[in-house]
């Protein structure tokens, strides 16, 4: 130990890691990286030794390495490992049925049984135990997690998966791991938001009009289990596309029903400039990244309809997930972060028509956008 530093030949270097990137190298399975993921529920899961399913963690770049995502698959008749930990957990049932065991000890036996389409969370550092419910299929869902952010803070695995604290302001009430919740009116007055622990199924789960994010759509936003990350439903009619918005990082969208293609493009460009084009199906996942522009298509024939599991709970409310200045849609010439129809570069619908015209669909966007009224 020395009091006054001096330089000297042999001195140790800093080796710049992340707490979260060391704890993934010891997990063992895959990690699945880029822009989006074209099929959830085919994507390649390995042996995962710790939560004793198969895995593979996604760290999608639009995360901003804020949030994470991995899908996990357990095989008929078998469950996974008890387990616990300080960081949230939002979980989207992928495919096939189980139950999962929770309570404030490894051996706590109350469930509540799930399915595909399902929606659920975990109160934080609770223990919990999923359960495949069939002998002959696998299950498999995908849960986005705070595991980076918690991670990084703290870099102590100790801490965050031995961790004997309860949170007794967030564990909320048994019913509702049933189903029950309760109906508010989002903080701008145009939208509602259904606070619970579990939603039976998401693919049928009531949505209201948002006509503020245009054409017809329609949303429901969800609290889960007290969490500051938070998820939202939005439905979008045949033949029509949402308004372009931005903000934060960490927005899984997850189809749920239809196809269609998601646009983002950086928020200083333009669509003719910069663009990303993902096509998409159910089972589809995006992430758009930090502030660009996104915009979501129905190029099919059926009603569309996709799932985000995001930051940006409107009850805990946290500085990624906050509305941009002025809100999501609101007109960025108003000051917020949305741009209107008849504002949009008219190459944006172009394309629509092109990607309807390849299915046999028709746009129904002249409705909303006047230039488009013969
Ligand atoms: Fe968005």
Same mark, same amino acid.
């Given at each position: 130990?020395?009091?006054?530093?001096?330089?000297?030949?042999?001195?140790?270097?800093?080796?710049?890691?992340?707490?979260?990137?060391?704890?993934?190298?010891?997990?063992?399975?895959?990690?699945?990286?880029?822009?989006?993921?074209?099929?959830?529920?085919?994507?390649?899961?390995?042996?995962?030794?710790?939560?004793?399913?198969? *895995?593979?963690?996604?760290?999608?770049?639009?995360?901003?390495?804020?949030?994470?995502?991995?899908?996990?698959?357990?095989?008929? *008749?078998?469950?996974?490992?008890?387990?616990?930990?300080?960081?949230?957990?939002?979980?989207?049932?992928?495919?096939?049925?189980?139950?999962?065991?929770?309570?404030?000890?490894?051996?706590?036996?109350?469930?509540?049984?799930?399915?595909?389409?399902?929606?659920?969370?975990?109160?934080?550092?609770?223990?919990?135990?999923?359960?495949?419910?069939?002998?002959?299929?696998?299950?498999?869902?995908?849960?986005?997690?705070?595991?980076?952010?918690?991670?990084?803070?703290?870099?102590?695995?100790?801490?965050?998966?031995?961790?004997?604290?309860?949170?007794?302001?967030?564990?909320?009430?048994?019913?509702?791991?049933?189903?029950?919740?309760?109906?508010?009116?989002?903080?701008?007055?145009?939208?509602?938001?259904?606070?619970?622990?579990?939603?039976?199924?998401?693919?049928?789960?009531?949505?209201?009009?948002?006509?503020?994010?245009?054409?017809?759509?329609?949303?429901?936003?969800?609290?889960?289990?007290?969490?500051?990350?938070?998820?939202?439903?939005?439905?979008?009619?045949?033949?029509?596309?949402?308004?372009?918005?931005?903000?934060?990082?960490?927005?899984?969208?997850?189809?749920?029903? *239809?196809?269609?293609?998601?646009?983002?493009?950086?928020?200083?460009?333009?669509?003719?400039?910069?663009?990303?084009?993902?096509?998409?199906?159910?089972?589809?996942?995006?992430?758009?990244?930090?502030?660009?522009?996104?915009?979501?298509?129905?190029?099919?024939?059926?009603?569309?309809?996709?799932?985000?599991?995001?930051?940006?709970?409107?009850?805990?409310?946290?500085?990624?997930?906050?509305?941009?200045?002025?809100?999501?849609?609101?007109?960025?010439?108003?000051?917020?972060?949305?741009?209107?129809?008849?504002?949009?570069?008219?190459?944006?619908?172009?394309?629509?028509?092109?990607?309807?015209?390849?299915?046999?669909?028709?746009?129904?966007?002249?409705?909303?956008?006047?230039?488009?009224?013969?």
């Amino acid at each position: 130990m020395t009091t006054k530093p001096e330089i000297r030949p042999d001195q140790e270097r800093l080796v710049s890691h992340t707490a979260y990137d060391d704890f993934q190298a010891r997990e063992g399975i895959p990690i699945i990286t880029g822009f989006a993921v074209a099929d959830l529920r085919t994507v390649e899961v390995k042996p995962w030794a710790r939560l004793e399913c198969l *895995g593979t963690y996604i760290n999608l770049d639009g995360t901003g390495g804020t949030n994470d995502a991995y899908v996990a698959e357990i095989e008929p *008749g078998k469950k996974m490992a008890p387990e616990r930990h300080l960081f949230e957990k939002n979980i989207y049932v992928l495919d096939g049925r189980g139950a999962t065991l929770v309570g404030e000890d490894p051996n706590s036996r109350t469930s509540f049984e799930w399915k595909r389409g399902s929606v659920f969370s975990v109160p934080i550092n609770t223990w919990h135990q999923h359960v495949n419910g069939s002998g002959t299929e696998p299950a498999r869902f995908v849960a986005v997690t705070t595991a980076p952010l918690v991670m990084n803070y703290f870099h102590n695995d100790d801490f965050i998966f031995n961790n004997p604290f309860v949170f007794e302001d967030r564990v909320g009430t048994a019913r509702g791991f049933q189903g029950e919740g309760k109906l508010y009116t989002g903080g701008s007055g145009r939208t509602y938001v259904w606070e619970t622990n579990f939603i039976p199924d998401i693919e049928t789960f009531t949505t209201f009009t948002w006509k503020e994010r245009g054409a017809g759509g329609a949303s429901v936003f969800f609290e889960l289990a007290d969490n500051t990350q938070a998820a939202h439903v939005s439905q979008f009619p045949v033949g029509t596309y949402k308004k372009a918005h931005r903000h934060g990082p960490g927005a899984h969208v997850i189809i749920i029903s *239809g196809v269609g293609y998601s646009l983002l493009w950086p928020m200083d460009g333009s669509p003719t400039d910069r663009m990303e084009r993902v096509d998409w199906k159910v089972g589809s996942m995006v992430v758009p990244p930090t502030n660009w522009f996104h915009q979501h298509f129905n190029g099919g024939t059926e009603p569309a309809r996709y799932l985000a599991l995001r930051w940006g709970s409107q009850k805990h409310s946290f500085p990624m997930g906050s509305a941009q200045e002025g809100g999501y849609d609101v007109s960025v010439k108003d000051g917020g972060a949305q741009i209107e129809y008849e504002d949009e570069d008219t190459a944006v619908h172009d394309m629509f028509e092109e990607t309807l015209k390849r299915v046999g669909g028709e746009s129904n966007m002249a409705e909303f956008i006047p230039r488009l009224r013969k």
